[in-house]
C-alpha cells in the first residue's frame, strides 16, 4: 500500500543524484559494496567458527566484545534510519504548500502579486498578442539545465514535453521505494495525462535498486517518440513497387518509461541498464530525482 506523503519534486533538492551517478564511486556502489563486504564476513563467519574455537581464551574473550561493540553500533544505526525516516516526513509536509504555490504559478492558475493578466508589450510586438499564462516550458527548461536528463532529450522530445505541467514524487511501503508522477496537459503525442515511473529498492536503508517499472505509453498514430521509421526502396525486381517501411528504436527520453530488468548477475548487466541504474540514484541521495535548474 502507497503512503499519501506525496510531494512535488524540489528543484534545489534534485539534483545530488544524477550527477553523483557520474562520479566513480557512486552512493549504490558505495551501497552495493558495504552489502557485499557484510555478506562476505557474514559467510567467512559461518566459515570459520570453528577456527575461532580454537584460539586462545583471551583471544576468544576479545572477539566477543567486538560483536558485542558491532551489536550495539547496529541498535545505533537502526535508531538513526528510524529517526531519519521521521525527520524527512515531518519536512516533507512542509514543503507540501510550497510545491502546490509553485505549481499553481507554473501553470498560470494563480497570478504573482503585482503582475497584471496582461504584459506590457514593447511597442514594435504585436498590441494583440495576448500575454502567456504561468511561466512555459518550465519543466522543460529544467530538465535541459541538468546535465544528465539534457543529454536524453532529443529534439523530437522537445515538443513533447512542453506539454509536462509537473512532477511529483511520493514514498511506496510495500514493496519499499519510491514512485516519480509526470503529470502533462492534453496532446496530440500520446494519450496518457500521467506517465509514472516505480522504483522497488532492495533495502530502505541503503537503497539498491531491484527493478524499475514505468508506464505503458499510448502514443497516437505515427507520433511515437521512442521509435522511428525508415523507408527502403524495394529491391530490383521485387512486384511490389511501395517502398519498405521499417521501424527502429531511437534515442528518446520517453524510453525512461521503459526500463530494461535488472539482471541477477551483475556480469550481465549492459550498458543501457547500468544508464537506468544510474537514473535510479534520486533514490539513494534522500530519494530525489536529479537536479533541473530554472537559468
Not at 21 to 30: G, I, K, Q, V, Y
Not at 211 to 240: D, F, H, R, V
Request: contains cysteine.
Amino acid at each position: 500500500m502507497s503512503s499519501n506523503n506525496k510531494d512535488e519534486l524540489d528543484l534545489s533538492d534534485l539534483g545530488d543524484a544524477l550527477p553523483a551517478a557520474a562520479a566513480a564511486l557512486s552512493a549504490e556502489d558505495r551501497a552495493g559494496l558495504v552489502n557485499a563486504l557484510k555478506n562476505k564476513l557474514q559467510n567467512l563467519a559461518g566459515q570459520h567458527s570453528d577456527v575461532l574455537e580454537t584460539l586462545p581464551p583471551k583471544i576468544r574473550k576479545r572477539v566477543d566484545v567486538l560483536r558485542e561493540i558491532q551489536s550495539q553500533h547496529d541498535e545505533l544505526e537502526a535508531k538513526f534510519f528510524e529517526e531519519r525516516a521521521a525527520l524527512e516526513a515531518k519536512y516533507q509536509k512542509l514543503y507540501g504548500p510550497l510545491y502546490d504555490k509553485r505549481c499553481e504559478i507554473v501553470n498560470g492558475v494563480v497570478e504573482v502579486e503585482g503582475v497584471t493578466s496582461e504584459a506590457t508589450m514593447d511597442l514594435e510586438d504585436d498590441k494583440s498578442t495576448e500575454a502567456e499564462k504561468g511561466v512555459p516550458d518550465f519543466w522543460l527548461n529544467a530538465m535541459k539545465n541538468n546535465e544528465v536528463l539534457a543529454e536524453e532529450i532529443s529534439e523530437r522530445d522537445e515538443e513533447a514535453l512542453k506539454y509536462l505541467k509537473d512532477i511529483k514524487w511520493c514514498r511506496i511501503d510495500n514493496p519499499k521505494g519510491f514512485k516519480l508522477e509526470f503529470f502533462f496537459d492534453t496532446n496530440h503525442f500520446f494519450k496518457n495525462l500521467v506517465l509514472t515511473k516505480t522504483y522497488h529498492m532492495i533495502d530502505d536503508d541503503e537503497p539498491i535498486l531491484e527493478k524499475a517499472i514505468g508506464t505503458e505509453i499510448e502514443w497516437y498514430p505515427s507520433k511515437c517518440l521512442t521509435q522511428k521509421i525508415l523507408k527502403k526502396k524495394p529491391k530490383k525486381g521485387s512486384k511490389s513497387a511501395k517502398p519498405i517501411t521499417k521501424t527502429e528504436k531511437c534515442e528518446s527520453f520517453f524510453n525512461f518509461f521503459s526500463p530494461p530488468e535488472v539482471p541477477e548477475d551483475e556480469d550481465d548487466i549492459d550498458e543501457d541498464t547500468k544508464s537506468m541504474r544510474a537514473l535510479a540514484k534520486e533514490g539513494q541521495q534522500g530519494e530525489r530525482p536529479p537536479e533541473c535548474k530554472q537559468q
